[in-house]
């Protein structure tokens, strides 16, 4: 609005005919303008940088059903779809998931790694149904008491199309351990999540477990929720995540609550296809948890189950904060679906609620960083907390707070529903970095103190770092990293 006003003011004195007046007059006149153009610098400038990066804002489409990405593996009741993820709280096991589509099968894993003799772990087979779908014979098994940080090898499909597959163990948790994690959100499966991921793998820092921050398949933007869409997506994104962990994120995609095709039972599909490990952290629904690994201690929170004062999501966290050994896990890290701070205008102010809720315990657990999806473009924030109002006094705007978090957001994964290109005006002082492109981002933990943050755009070559960051450590490092940035 004040751009608005001092141009229109300017507009006024060309209109009035600049050229006829005299040389003090135009004087003033060339005094105005180029206070205006300072004034202008100041309020563009007002928060942090809104990149000019030019890219297409074209919805992205999905890839056909016949793409050599969601492929059905030959053989009878191949395996497909094959998934892991953390096992316990400590990452000495793992919980390896697929689903067979002809018959139940065998729901063993055999394993080994180069020390040991081979092993078998029994899972669990589950199924669902969802209005005119039924899916394929589902299975999960966890295969625990591994030894840390070491390769292992797994075979899934016993006795039919036995199909082998590997994952290396995170070290042993510890306060020095390096640990690098992938942030990836709101994939879905167009073109753009095919480079996306592409990206991701093929990135030089190598990523060794994904955050996933929700918002996987996007089959609830076809007819019906065509769960068929759920089959592609496992069979995309296996080529990753049969081979390290995807921690995941329940977003508002996995709802599914569709009563009106007969089907009000909110992550049916979600729940049937994605276990997680909730209860080695004592919450008693798979929306929230938490897990530790290396030097980190991960919390995922449910942006969409209850959060209110009493509720069990609530007395999970006020109880979980606590625990955390920050001289075990220096790196607290809060992974959740809808961002608390956010500066474009697509999902403005809806993380608002929990964020009343939840966020003086982040300022005095003092959470390193929080990362989210759902807002389909990039940013990072200051360390800002907004905790000061109470209502009756004003203090209503965010500060910086070098005990509060860095905030995230890393929606931009590439699903069919395209960039949130339109960003609030002016860029708010507590937003450093915002770019609406798809991408991925890098949480690379050195060691207790120092962690490196990077964000990377699909447009660029694989070593590009387009936007990036040195946290210090909260804990053992609570110096200001507010100037850390390093791209
Ligand atoms: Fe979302």
């Not at 009106?260 to 992550?267: D, Y």
């Not at 403005?348 to 809720?357: D, I, S, T």
Request: proline share 5%.
């Amino acid at each position: 609005m004040r751009v608005q006003s001092k141009w229109s003011a300017v507009d006024n004195m060309t209109e009035m005919g600049v050229g006829s007046l005299d040389s003090s007059t135009c004087s003033r006149v060339a005094i105005f303008v180029v206070l205006g153009l300072v004034l202008n610098l100041a309020v563009v400038c007002n928060g942090g940088q809104t990149s000019a990066f030019v890219r297409k804002i074209d919805f992205s489409a999905d890839m056909p059903l016949d793409s050599d990405v969601f492929r059905v593996p030959l053989g009878y009741n191949a395996p497909q779809q094959v998934h892991i993820t953390q096992g316990d709280h400590t990452g000495s096991a793992v919980i390896v998931s697929w689903i067979t589509a002809d018959e139940p099968g065998y729901s063993k894993v055999v394993y080994w790694s180069a020390n040991s003799e081979n092993q078998t772990a029994e899972g669990i087979i589950t199924t669902y149904t969802f209005y005119n779908y039924t899916s394929g014979y589902i299975h999960h098994c966890i295969i625990g008491n591994l030894t840390f940080n070491t390769r292992y090898y797994y075979v899934v499909g016993i006795g039919e199309t036995e199909t082998q597959f590997w994952f290396t163990t995170p070290p042993e948790v510890g306060p020095d351990v390096p640990y690098t994690f992938g942030l990836i959100g709101d994939l879905g499966q167009t073109f753009d999540s095919n480079k996306t991921l592409t990206h991701y793998e093929s990135n030089l820092l190598k990523g060794q477990t994904i955050l996933y921050l929700g918002d996987l398949s996007y089959a609830d933007d076809y007819p019906n929720h065509n769960n068929v869409r759920w089959d592609t997506w496992g069979r995309f994104v296996e080529r990753s995540a049969a081979y390290q962990p995807w921690i995941w994120t329940a977003g508002n995609h996995e709802i599914d609550f569709a009563p009106e095709i007969g089907e009000p039972i909110p992550f049916k599909p979600y729940t049937h296809r994605y276990y997680v490990p909730y209860n080695a952290s004592g919450s008693t629904a798979p929306f929230w948890y938490s897990i530790k690994r290396a030097s980190a201690y991960v919390i995922v929170l449910g942006s969409y189950s209850a959060y209110g004062t009493y509720t069990p999501q609530y007395k999970w966290l006020q109880e979980e904060l606590p625990k955390v050994n920050r001289s075990e896990t220096p790196w607290l890290i809060v992974i959740m679906h809808c961002p608390w701070y956010n500066s474009y205008q697509s999902h403005y102010m809806e993380g608002e609620a929990m964020r009343v809720m939840f966020e003086a315990w982040f300022v005095e657990y003092k959470v390193d960083v929080v990362f989210s999806g759902h807002v389909h473009a990039y940013e990072r924030s200051e360390r800002i907390s907004n905790v000061a109002y109470d209502i009756v006094n004003a203090n209503c705007t965010p500060v910086k707070d070098q005990s509060a978090p860095v905030y995230i957001t890393v929606g931009d994964g590439g699903n069919l529903e395209g960039l949130s290109t339109v960003m609030t005006e002016p860029q708010p002082d507590y937003s450093v970095f915002r770019e609406a492109s798809f991408g991925h981002g890098i949480f690379d933990i050195k060691n207790r103190t120092h962690a490196h943050f990077s964000w990377h755009r699909n447009e660029d070559g694989y070593a590009v770092e387009a936007d990036s960051h040195w946290l210090f450590n909260r804990y053992y490092y609570p110096a200001d990293d507010s100037k850390s940035t390093s791209a």
